[in-house]
């Protein structure tokens, strides 16, 4: 993310009185030094209502109209490497 | 005429299936209104061209004899839940023609239902703030006071329905998005369990954390909205099923926890103070147990979200790059397109906010920061869940505070500090509601004031109990 000079030094002074705010985390009182998840994986099949599947249907030209920059249909970007 | 004042869903559809109105009747009323007040409000960010002829259709439906409780009923939408084939912004620059290409499940519930929309409401960029100062698109104002905020994040959508400029309307609630601007505008703002709703189709802030949330005059209207709009959903992986949570019991009495320490802690106002001491005396008399509860992190919830929603948050915002859809800055290369792409198009609040994510998740400070909330927010579930052994709701005021001045707060932290009694909800991921509780006159305006109610995990129905009973002593116990 661009950032300017000005930018920069008003943006560190704000971060330091959050973080100097969020610090407090510190002086809690826990008694478990590990976190609790009860978590489990969710699977759905990937597939579009047409084919039967969860997923609604997206409009395929409104994707492909609103890239940036396209070629034959396909998204076109700059050169990685 | 219709009286759009003290018109209520539940009377609408009685109107509206008994055809002394139409649904084109109402929703021409509700336009003319937006004509009248939105320029200086600012509650909408675009009125939809096509909202008669919704209504048209609503109307052969109801021809057809079809009834469902919002089937014609003008909402507000929230400019972060996407309808097909119109603009959704997140009150963002990056966004700004931004298209959705499908409906969020909410929407395509609501369409069933033949709902009418009218159009998307203002909020801080991306959700991120509790006032709608931080849209790239304008402040949305108080109606009870036009030099103060509404409120935020759905400053716009609270102010839509506040200002009978909608019957109704869907927000998120992230840290209190919902219910903060509700107390601030005096009607009802509700955020459900985590999970009850689904999320597809709703711009992510802090995914753990998100929920869409209603927006209502009362609270059986917050509940027709609920209703329409709940329910498992197989493209949210975090859905719940009705059968997560168990089933609270009905009960003839309920028992009301006070955390008094936070409730009259420091930073509160004295207004908020008393007509805090004056609510809990008030539901007392309406026959309500009221018990005093401890919680010993209750203090670090506050700390604890500006942790862990930054970091969701910093992950989320990181596909707005202008790659597939959005603003597009081209540089020298992919990297430059990025940097330019994001420098753009995101406010100082959204950058601020990334900042401080990609700071509390990098490798250095991770333990220290996102590392130990999350242990807090553990511990905070575990006092929570023993607490409501004992009670059945949980009472705190909605915010510290009035709504206050457009521009006052310029420093992020006094901001942050006003969500410091709704943030705990969405740590927990447990169902609250605010509720106007009052009004206060400051320097020669009326200004509202809300209460907070927070239920275990899957129990809304006790919140609509304790908000409906609440409202109908209110027309009768003066405050």
Same mark, same amino acid.
Request: hydrophobic residues 40%.
């Given at each position: ?81 | 005429?219709?009286?759009?004042? =003290?018109? =209520? ?31 200086? *409000? +600012? ?42 084939? !119109? ?17 969020? =499940? ?15 409401? +203002? ?22 006071? *036009?030099? !103060? ?49 689904? !999320? ?61 320490? $936070? ?34 992190? *209750? ?16 992950? +989320? ?16 290369? $992919? ?19 990334? $900042? ?20 807090? !927010? ?14 059945? $709701?949980?009472? =705190? ?83």
């Amino acid at each position: 993310m661009e950032l300017s000079e000005e930018e920069k030094s008003s943006l560190l002074a704000d971060m330091q009185e959050i973080l100097n705010y969020v610090k407090v985390i510190e002086k809690a009182k826990l008694h478990k030094s590990e976190t609790e998840y009860a978590l489990k994986n969710v699977w759905r099949e990937d597939l579009a209502a047409s084919a039967g599947g969860p997923l609604p249907d997206f409009s395929a030209d409104l994707i492909t109209g609103q890239f940036p920059d396209a070629k034959d249909g396909y998204l076109k970007v700059k050169k990685i490497l | 005429m219709i009286d759009l004042a =003290t018109l =209520t869903i539940k009377e609408a559809r009685k109107k509206l299936d008994s055809k002394v109105f139409s649904a084109v009747d109402l929703a021409s009323a509700y336009l003319g209104e937006i004509n009248k007040k939105n320029k200086e *409000l +600012n509650a909408y960010l675009e009125i939809y061209d096509d909202v008669l002829e919704q209504a048209k259709t609503a109307d052969e439906m109801i021809k057809k004899g079809e009834s469902y409780p919002l089937l014609g009923i003008p909402l507000a939408i929230k400019d972060v839940i996407l309808i097909k084939g !119109r603009k959704v912004s997140a009150a963002s620059k990056i966004l700004e023609n931004y298209t959705a290409s499908y409906d969020a =499940t909410v929407i395509a519930k609501l369409k069933q239902q033949g709902a009418v929309f009218l159009g998307r409401t +203002n909020t801080d960029e991306f959700a991120m703030g509790g006032s709608t100062e931080n849209s790239a698109y304008g402040v949305t104002k108080n109606p009870h006071d *036009l030099e !103060r905020v509404a409120g935020g994040s759905s400053g716009g959508s609270v102010v839509a329905v506040a200002a009978n400029m909608a019957l109704g309307a869907l927000g998120s609630d992230t840290g209190g998005s919902v219910r903060e601007p509700a107390a601030f505008c005096g009607i009802v703002g509700f955020k459900p369990t985590y999970g009850r709703v689904s !999320r597809h189709g709703l711009i992510a802030m802090g995914s753990s954390l998100d929920c869409i949330g209603q927006v209502a005059k009362n609270t059986a209207d917050a509940q027709i909205i609920f209703d329409a709009v709940a329910g498992h959903d197989t493209l949210d992986s975090t859905s719940i099923e009705d059968t997560t949570y168990p089933k609270t019991k009905a009960k003839k009495e309920l028992t009301i926890g006070v955390p008094w320490e $936070l409730a009259l802690g420091e930073g509160v106002s004295p207004a908020v103070k008393e007509n805090f001491k004056k609510t809990v005396e008030q539901l007392k008399l309406l026959g309500f147990k009221i018990k005093d509860v401890s919680l010993k992190n *209750l203090e670090m919830s506050l700390a604890v979200y500006y942790i862990i929603m930054p970091a969701e948050a910093s992950t +989320n915002l990181a596909r707005f790059d202008g790659v597939r859809y959005g603003l597009h800055k081209s540089g020298k290369n $992919l990297l430059e397109d990025y940097k330019l792409t994001k420098g753009a198009g995101f406010g100082k609040e959204v950058r601020r906010r990334i $900042l401080i994510g990609t700071y509390v998740l990098s490798a250095g400070y991770f333990d220290a920061y996102y590392g130990k909330a999350q242990l807090i !927010r553990s511990a905070l579930k575990q006092e929570f869940s023993k607490a409501f052994e004992s009670v059945d $709701l949980v009472l =705190t005021p909605t915010a510290p505070d009035v709504a206050w001045k457009i521009g006052e707060k310029n420093d992020p932290l006094s901001a942050y500090l006003a969500d410091i009694f709704t943030v705990t909800a969405n740590i927990l991921g447990v169902p609250a509601i605010s509720l106007p509780s009052g009004i206060v006159e400051v320097s020669g305006k009326k200004l509202p004031l809300g209460i907070q109610f927070m239920a275990p995990f899957g129990a809304e129905e006790l919140l609509f109990e304790v908000g409906k009973k609440f409202e109908e002593a209110k027309d009768q116990i003066v405050l």
